[in-house]
């Protein structure tokens, strides 16, 4: 990806998004919603792949974060009735970047005290961490506990979808490509060379899964007014290795790749809709086929090494 | 004037093993030692002492006239002691040039909101580290792999990129872990010249922990030799040389 054209790219898809949605009338419904998970799932992917990919740090907590924003966000949009589009829109507004807050701070909770560990080790811990959040939803009465909350409004369209997801891949690859950015793949390569290289390795960790935190947390809002009601099942493990999939397919640490992979992936089970029940067999084939012919990703080009 | 470095009856203990036992050992500005000794003798945990990623059991540590006591190893960088490794340790994913970039970063601060939002103090600031990059890959002949993975360069030059890369912090000494390790005669030699160019170039200390005597007697102005995590000697090379203690060590009695 051209940096140097890095903010025009972000504009460019802010303002191509904002246009697609003035005309998403005119999209069957069906699609529109698909095409909201498209958004939804890069975002998660791409930040997930800051965390995993990037900094190489082997987080299995992704569906926590994002059911932290999504709660967050559900809950405080609940507080409103009926808005026009504009006061609508920056509650909105407000309220994915408070679900984002949320769970960035969740990403720190879980950051600090679990950065001691690699690997496995740390995947298992953010398995449980993720888990943990799940539970605590499930007995929150106040947020319909097992039953489920309803959310009033479905805000999320296609421009708060692609807006965010060009967000996040503008964000994720910004911090990369630049200097600064490099140490987060210097710790993924050689943590002991790193810190001998003047590379604080725990500050650049925390930075990972705040920045990936936050935006799994915007991810969950949008989910939450997409399909307007939340259950903690839908936050579960299945979830997160969803997302693990796509950064593994799509290649560690390649963004476009990424990207990719979760276009795929979401409409991977749209047109298997004829054969739902193997869907999951395919998947795990597919997953199979992939680490044995292709272990440094399906869409992982030319790396260019510089800049 | 006191010393860059200065180890004061340093000890570090392994649960019932001392592996460094009251070590003093003093480093001045621009000065080459050396430090040697037999397989297990407690050069390369004297390293991780200095380096910081041991901290001392007893005795102190003091760089540049300040305790390094509870310093991370990232933070000792930063204060000036740069360092190379027994096992080349590059960043294998990166480029030349990124190995180096990402060393140089150290004392040019720009984080998260400058790379973010990429403004001029952003562009400034990358260009300024790219220019001190290439100048110093030029200085070492590995200008023309600026876009060469660091894991296909050839063994000497990765060595070489590794030295480029811990003087990319900008440090005032400079350790190397055993940088002849798995050299041929004719290496040493140009590693030999290397570590003297260095040396004068960039106006800093050097300590080596090496195994080859060749090296060690050929560049060190001084050396000290630990065994059993006991400094038994230290002087200059002719008299190390002459040192029966030493001679001892070495080949046995």
Redesign the interface.
Known sequence: MNVRH??FFLLGAIALSFLVSLFANQIKSYWLFISYDIGINIILAVSLNLINGYTGQFSLGHAGFMAVGAYTAAVITNQFGELNTFASGAVFFGALLAGGLAAAIAGLLVGIPTLRLRGDYLAIVTLGFGEIIRVIFQNMQSVGGARGLSVMHGWTNFFWAFGFAAMTVY?VT??VH??????F??V???E??????????TRYKV?AFVVGAFFAGVAGGLYAHSKQFLTPGGFNFMQSIAIVVMVILGGM?NTIGVIIAAILLTLLPEFLRPVAEYRMIIYSLLLIILMLTRPQGLFSLR?S??K | MSALLQLDKTTIRFGGLTAVSELDLQIGAHELVGLIGPNGAGKTTAFNLI?GVYQPTAGAISFDGQLTANC???QL??LGI??T?QNI???????V??NV??????H?P???R???W?GRA?RD??KE?ADEVMELLEIFQLGKF????AKSLSYGDQRRLEIV??L??KPKLLLLDEPAAGMNASEKTELMRLIQFIKDKFQISVLLVEHDMQVVMGICERIAVLDYGVKIAEGKPAEIRANPKVIEAYLGD
């Open positions: 890095a903010k964000v910004a911090l630049s200097t600064y950015g490099r140490g793949i210097a993924r390569d050689d002991v060379a790193a810190s001998a290289m003047g590379i604080s390795t930075t640490g790396k090494p510089s | 380096t991370k190893p990232h960088t930063k740069a360092r490794f340790r590059l960043f294998d994913s990166m480029s040039f990124d970039r990402t060393a140089a970063r150290l040019c720009r984080g998260v400058n790379a973010l990429r952003f600031g990358e580290i600026r876009n060469t993975l890369r811990a990319a912090t």
